[in-house]
């Protein structure tokens, strides 16, 4: 009855270990992804989105047709469907996922292991033992408090990876459909300007034909007019390739890929752009400097859980009952007694120096790193909104002093083409100059909403490179 009342004892005393409220926290499907949510809303304006099934990742799917299929999108649009339909995202929550049924496993406490052995001794007389061992629970239990901690602290670097790559991708999506619409709208620019230019090459082979015009002159409207072909060519080839990677950081396929992107992008927004508090914002939003923060957390963690299970597993403990039944000259008799075996190891050399010595230059490594990451996060919150700032300047410069001067100078040049004081092709060149213009315009317009977006991404997920 000793026996087994002793042994019965232990998996209740280990079931006590389990922390229960941290249990149903991190056990429930999709946890830790509220936070993600949460922030993500804050960082880009869209919805984050885990698929935990089939039938979630079908439904995102026909939502995600609903919002695309045979519509022009903007941008908030195109960032949404990446959010719930890119699959290489959905593979990345699945990191979360993992760290989280680590810490549960943690959470439920050391699961005792019982070593039972039976074994006859003598010739003559007849002895029976009958020994129990818990042999694997005491070194976890030990060590639960520490190792519970470290995975806390795992799961929190899980969620911030997790929102690191929710914002990127976002961020990657936003580039990709600037991209795709500037691309169409210099291609329409330069469309516009070919029917211009085809008619010029026609009236210079007419006035060639009529000896008014020398082959060299005529060869000019013609250069010109292939030139712009090939413009064309490339801009329309170019905006193919961009809507396709827009298509492609959505997750669509099939027939869902027929959707539109506007022709143009918006204009400039009326308020100057800039935030004089961009440094302090990227120190407190960004990923991954809370990702470093953590990082020297699990160092510290791990150096002070590495010396006391060294100091624990030095001495192997082993600890339970023995029950001996023999049988003697009086009758039976069963023996039961309490038993503990310690083993104890003598290492060869101070391994605690070493193991000090490892966590302090692990724990200043990563110090180190993180204090550059910081100096590389203050120094890049300062170019991305030197590049808001700036590119909106420039292309606000080519919107209000450039291009109604070329304007002016189109009505001059029309008023005197119909006085009969210049010829076609003085009206066509100026035409070209204005094509010019309005080309560099729409395409310092897309720098600045480059630049709008890398702002965000310095601020909350890190740099794009879209300022290189």
């Not at 005393?13 to 993600?36: H, I, M, R, Y």
């Not at 520490?146 to 806390?152: C, E, F, N």
Request: aromatic content about 6%; some cysteine; charged content about 20%.
């Amino acid at each position: 009855m000793a026996l087994r009342t002793g042994v019965a004892l232990v998996p209740l005393v280990l079931a006590a270990c389990a922390d229960t409220a941290l249990v149903n926290q991190v056990s429930t499907p999709g946890a830790g992804f509220e936070t993600v949510s949460r922030v993500t809303r804050q960082a880009t304006g869209a919805n984050g989105v885990l698929a935990l099934s089939a039938a979630d990742v079908a439904a995102n799917e026909a939502r995600a047709r609903s919002l695309v299929f045979h519509k022009t999108i903007g941008p908030d649009t195109a960032v949404q469907v990446a959010l719930m339909n890119n699959r290489g995202l959905q593979a990345a929550y699945s990191d979360l996922g993992l760290s989280a049924a680590d810490l549960w496993e943690v959470a439920l406490g050391p699961i005792p292991s019982f070593g039972v052995t039976i074994s006859g001794i003598g010739e003559v007389g007849l002895a029976r033992s009958l020994e129990a061992a818990v042999t694997g629970a005491i070194l976890d239990a030990a060590t639960l408090k520490p190792r519970k901690a470290l995975a806390q602290t795992h799961f929190q670097q899980a969620q911030f990876e997790a929102l690191g790559a929710t914002i990127a991708l976002a961020t990657e999506t936003r580039q990709a459909w600037i991209d795709a619409v500037a691309a169409f709208e210099t291609a329409a620019l330069i469309g516009r300007a070919q029917g211009t230019a085809d008619a010029a090459s026609e009236l210079a082979s007419e006035l060639g034909r009529t000896g008014a015009m020398n082959r060299a002159d005529q060869a000019r409207e013609h250069v010109f007019t292939a030139e712009l072909a090939a413009e064309r060519a490339d801009a329309r080839l170019e905006a193919q390739l961009a809507k396709e990677r827009l298509t492609r950081l959505m997750g669509l396929w099939g027939t869902d890929i027929d959707f539109f992107v506007p022709d143009r992008l918006p204009g400039l927004p009326g308020v100057r752009p800039g935030r004089a508090d961009v440094e302090r914002l990227a120190l407190e939003n960004r990923t991954d400097l809370a990702i470093g923060r953590l990082e020297l957390e699990v160092i510290a963690q791990e150096h002070r859980l590495a010396g006391q299970t060294r100091m624990i597993s030095d001495i192997g403990l082993v600890a339970g009952v023995e029950a001996e039944r023999s049988i003697t000259s009086t009758g039976r008799q069963t023996t039961v007694s309490p038993v503990t075996q310690v083993s104890f190891e003598i290492p060869l050399y101070d391994t605690g120096k070493i193991a000090n010595r490892r966590g302090e230059l692990a724990y200043m490594r990563a110090a180190n790193e993180l204090a550059q990451a910081a100096v590389n996060a203050r120094s890049e919150a300062r170019t991305a909104h030197a590049a808001v700032t700036g590119k909106y300047s420039i292309a606000q410069h080519w919107r209000d002093e450039v291009l109604p001067l070329r304007r002016v100078i189109d009505e001059e040049a029309l008023k005197s083409y119909n006085g009969m004081l210049s010829s076609t092709f003085e009206l066509i060149a100026d035409a070209r100059e204005r094509l010019d213009a309005e080309i560099s315009y729409a395409e310092a317009k897309a720098d600045y909403w480059r630049a709008e977006a890398d702002m965000t991404a310095a601020i909350w997920g890190g740099p794009t490179g879209g300022n290189d």
